[in-house]
């Protein structure tokens, strides 16, 4: 049983993880060792992936988008992320292709991953967004997307869909890639621009 579990990275994955992602060799090993002392099991809980996303989110609550986050890479719905699901959604939350990003975006907000996405998923994942964003930072936003309910109103209208209406995966990629103003209101702002501002607040 102890051989599985070597505190070694197979070779095998290492490549597959190295191809994939924008990480090199020498970073994955090291995090492959603390993602070990972290999670003996080899597997992150969504407990545990909730307590990683709050470390980067100090002054809000992203629990319910931590969750959206954790399923969305869940990939064979186990409950848990292994160490290649951990490192996609590091790479991908943190500066994958493109492509990529918006069918990881697009699975976190198809909800029921049913393949299409309503306007209630749409509401629902802008409210967790909504959770992460400081009171007063959600002071200083637009006018006409400084609620939940204003915003998923204003990517709807982007899309030009009516209330009952569902977006497909394809037509969700284009949109977004048609409209940089759709991109920055599906999306937060990545941990490490949070932790850039919070060390500017400190200084």
């Known amino acids: ?3 599985n579990k070597s505190s070694a990275l197979s070779k095998e994955l290492l490549q597959d993880l190295k191809s994939n992602t924008k990480y090199s ?3 994955l090993c090291t995090w492959y060792q603390s993602f070990l002392k972290e999670c003996p099991s080899g597997k992150i809980s969504k407990q545990q992936f909730e307590g990683i996303y709050a470390s980067f989110f100090p002054n809000a609550d ?3 988008y931590a969750r959206h986050v954790f399923r969305s890479f869940d990939t064979n719905a186990d409950g848990t992320l292994d160490f290649k699901e951990y490192i996609v959604a590091l790479h991908l939350t943190s500066g994958g292709k493109t492509m990529q990003k918006l069918e990881w975006a697009f699975a976190l907000y198809d909800v029921d991953g049913n393949g299409t996405i309503s306007k209630n998923e749409m509401l ?4 967790s967004i909504f959770n ?3 009171a007063d930072d959600q002071k200083n936003l637009p006018e006409d997307e400084n609620t939940p309910e204003k915003r998923a109103e204003k990517i709807w209208e982007f899309f030009g869909k009516k209330d009952d209406d569902k977006i497909s995966e394809g037509e969700f990629i284009q949109g977004v890639m048609d409209n940089k103003d759709i991109l920055r209101l599906i ?3 990545e941990p490490q621009k949070i932790k850039d501002k919070l060390k500017e607040r400190k200084n």
């Open 187 to 189: 999306q937060y702002d």
């Open 124 to 127: 629902e994942i802008v409210k």
């Open 62 to 64: 992203p629990t319910k």
């Open 1 to 3: 049983m102890g051989n």
């Open 25 to 27: 060799e020498s970073e």
């Open 132 to 134: 992460m964003i400081p």
